[in-house]
T-cell receptor, first 114, second 113 residues
């Protein structure tokens, strides 16, 4: 069985401040890891993904995430946020073998304060 | 432009009525998915289809039905058996061999009263 935990349901942060959105997962098999962003009343957009190789992955809009296998974490970071980053962020995992369905966390709502 | 379209964006129905949500893609993707999104619960998989004329139940299939007669289309019917149908519904698709990376449509918000 697998699960994805996003510890913070809401994260307020001032504009130009750094932010970290936390994601932990549990799985009995190796996984791929993803972060998706959802702007209000829209679908999800892939922000970044970890499949293999370097544990630090860079995505769109200046976001990056680091895969930490020992801590089973995949935290999302941005050094300086903008108002336009206000959105809901979802962490997701997929098994490397077998069914490749995505399993999502419950989401973190990032609110950037001017 | 290639992408996934869902229509309508907002849908209102009376309790006891079936309603069908549309999902069309022109990305030439084999696999398509339907998710339900509720506040604080993330996305939950309703049904998915990896190929035409074949589909599988997801985690919360009860009260829903789907068909996959064409590669481009994967309509979802919310039946009167679904006890709590009011939600945001998202359709997605993925490339062959890359089922883990999904492309999402803009969603349909269904309200049943």
């Amino acid at each position: 069985a697998q699960s994805v935990t996003q510890l913070d349901s809401q994260v307020p942060v001032f504009e130009e401040a750094p932010v970290e959105l936390r994601c932990n997962y549990s799985s009995s098999v190796s996984v791929y890891l993803f972060w998706y962003v959802q702007y209000p009343n829209q679908g999800l957009q892939l922000l970044l993904k970890y499949l293999s190789g370097s544990t630090l992955v860079k995505g769109i809009n200046g976001f990056e995430a680091e895969f930490n296998k020992s801590q089973t974490s995949f935290h999302l970071r941005k050094p300086s946020v903008h108002i336009s980053d206000t959105a809901e962020y979802f962490c997701a995992v997929s098994h490397i073998t077998g069914a490749n369905n995505l399993f999502f966390g419950t989401g973190t709502r990032l609110t950037v304060i001017p | 432009d290639g992408g996934i379209t869902q229509s309508p964006k907002y849908l209102f129905r009376k309790e006891g009525q079936n309603v069908t949500l549309s999902c069309e893609q022109n990305l030439n993707h084999d696999a398509m998915y339907w998710y339900r999104q509720d506040p604080g619960q993330g996305l939950r998989l309703i049904y998915y289809s990896q190929i035409v004329n074949d589909f599988q139940k997801g985690d919360i299939a009860e009260g829903y039905s789907v068909s996959r007669e064409k590669k481009e289309s994967f309509p979802l019917t919310v039946t009167s058996a679904q006890k709590n149908p009011t939600a945001f519904y998202l359709c997605a698709s993925s490339m062959p061999g890359n089922e883990y990376e999904q492309y999402f449509g803009p969603g349909t918000r269904l309200t049943v009263t």
